[in-house]
């Protein structure tokens, strides 16, 4: 069960049932892998990323079904039985988390509004803000929390995603380094100025292996009179948090690891007879604004640039790292990308009762939870190869069972309609745009 005293367990609930804060639940009252079980419970990782997302709550109750009909088939070992319904008792009980108040979601992304204006009419010439939309999904903090790289920065209050100061401010840093790097005379040493002033340094960062000695090169030494012959400087610019402004939506990924055994040095080659292992991760969904606020929390007189030039720069270096590098993990598989502006989704989300807006939806409201068998997964694969790729991802992931994806053998019944039979051609192209090979 998951590690709680006792008071506090009479408090909230031996699941922490009572507990509608995801940062809570996420970085709190994780379910281990081993702990009061006799056996390592290899789902709890995926459990525990279900828990916080939008839909977890029906998903772990899906999961449960799920386990309990595969006990009650034929053919089921009596321990492998007990095993299964034990783990149906434990998804049972994480999916009775408390629900999350919208209004509080709304409220929230009001907040973040409000508290824009207000810094607007508190530094009116020494602040710039501005809103940007994910055009993909959005991974930041992996590295942190409990769950090993599968952390998401959370709000400790309302336990939503946002994007901590310090990593808008390293995007912004990078993207400075990069352009001085590139660029060249008066406009190296003016990009060079406005960094320095902005960012601040360490003796470290002006060494010549440094972050602005690698950028400058020979050009550091003809900086602005206030930082040359200094060690240190304090950056004159706090960089905020980014909050969302219109409501997120958190969504559950996974990277699925092809040669376990070899990235970890066991095999030297990479062959296909490893079994995959699929790892859980939590994402915001695209379509969330984020509002983003720069401000100067001091000024010197006699500085080379105006107020409004070096807030030019922290806005320019922030929208560029956000529109052409991404923000957050993954960028280079492209997570974390943006469009500047507050732009509408580019699908409404449905009404509460209506069908879903995505054909891939569609595809699994209807066949959740019913291809178990060798005998009418077939039906499904023709109308599974018509989604687009993204489609098709989530679909796979969701329609087929976890148990099966962890056993892509050929010989396996399950997986022979994919190479063979009636629809076998439909199940070759799935498995060519998945990058999956059965052994």
């Given at each position: 069960m998951i590690p709680m005293s006792k008071d506090v367990r009479e408090l909230i609930g031996p699941?922490?049932?009572?507990?509608?804060?995801?940062?809570?639940?996420?970085?709190?009252?994780?379910?281990?892998?081993?702990?009061?079980?006799?056996?390592?419970?290899?789902?709890?990782?995926?459990?525990?990323?279900?828990?916080?997302?939008?839909?977890?709550?029906?998903?772990?109750?899906?999961?449960?079904?799920?386990?309990?009909?595969?006990?009650?088939?034929?053919?089921?070992?009596?321990?492998?039985?007990?095993?299964?319904?034990?783990?149906?008792?434990?998804?049972?009980?994480?999916?009775?988390?408390?629900?999350?108040?919208?209004?509080?979601?709304?409220?929230?992304?009001?907040?973040?509004?409000?508290?824009?204006?207000d810094l607007r009419k508190s530094y009116p010439e020494r602040l710039v803000t501005f809103e940007a939309t994910l055009q993909s999904r959005l991974m930041i903090n992996m590295a942190g929390g409990v769950v090993e790289n599968a952390g998401i920065c959370l709000d400790r209050c309302f336990g939503l995603p946002f994007l901590p100061g310090s990593a808008v401010k390293g995007i912004a840093r990078n993207q400075a380094l990069w352009e001085i790097k590139r660029a060249s005379g008066q406009e190296k040493k003016k990009l060079l100025d406005a960094a320095l002033l902005?960012?601040?340094?360490?003796?470290?960062?002006l060494s010549r292996n440094g972050a602005f000695g690698w950028a400058a090169g020979a050009d550091l030494g003809n900086t602005?009179?206030?930082?040359?012959?200094?060690?240190?400087?304090?950056?004159?610019?706090?960089?905020?948090?980014?909050?969302?402004?219109?409501?997120?939506?958190?969504?559950?990924d996974l990277v699925n690891s092809h040669y376990p055994n070899y990235y970890k040095g066991r095999h030297p080659n990479a062959s296909d007879n490893e079994e995959p292992r699929p790892n859980y991760f939590p994402a915001v969904e695209s379509g969330c604004s984020f509002g983003f606020a720069v401000v100067l929390t001091r000024w010197f007189n006699g500085l080379p640039l105006s107020e409004e030039e070096i807030l030019g720069h922290a806005r320019k270096w922030i929208e560029n790292a956000l529109t052409k590098n991404g923000a957050g993990a993954k960028t280079a598989a492209g997570y974390g990308w943006f469009q500047v502006g507050r732009t509408a989704p580019t699908q409404a989300q449905p009404a509460a009762g209506m069908n879903k807006a995505t054909p891939a939806d569609a595809f699994i409201d209807q066949w959740r939870g019913k291809l178990n068998?060798?005998?009418?997964?077939?039906?499904?694969?023709?109308?599974?190869?018509?989604?687009?790729?993204?489609?098709?991802?989530?679909?796979?992931?969701?329609?087929?069972?976890?148990?099966?994806?962890?056993?892509?053998?050929?010989?396996?019944?399950?997986?022979?309609?994919?190479?063979?039979?009636?629809?076998?051609?439909?199940?070759?192209?799935?498995?060519?745009?998945?990058?999956?090979?059965?052994?």
């Open positions: 699941w922490a049932e009572q507990v509608d804060n995801r940062a809570l639940l996420y970085e709190k009252y994780a379910l281990p892998k081993v702990w009061g079980e006799p056996r390592k419970i290899d789902n709890a990782g995926r459990w525990n990323v279900l828990r916080i997302v939008t839909r977890g709550s029906a998903l772990l109750s899906e999961d449960a079904q799920r386990l309990r009909s595969e006990a009650n088939g034929p053919n089921v070992q009596p321990e492998v039985a007990e095993k299964k319904r034990t783990y149906a008792r434990i998804a049972e009980s994480m999916a009775k988390v408390g629900k999350f108040d919208t209004d509080l979601v709304q409220a929230w992304n009001e907040n973040a509004q409000k508290f824009m204006d902005l960012f601040g340094y360490a003796k470290p960062d602005v009179t206030l930082t040359r012959g200094t060690n240190e400087f304090k950056g004159l610019a706090c960089f905020l948090p980014a909050y969302p402004t219109t409501k997120p939506k958190l969504v559950v068998t060798k005998d009418n997964f077939p039906a499904a694969l023709p109308a599974m190869n018509q989604l687009d790729d993204d489609g098709l991802k989530r679909a796979f992931e969701a329609v087929i069972p976890e148990q099966e994806r962890r056993r892509l053998r050929r010989k396996n019944p399950y997986w022979q309609s994919f190479t063979s039979g009636r629809h076998a051609e439909a199940g070759k192209s799935i498995l060519k745009r998945l990058n999956l090979q059965l052994t």
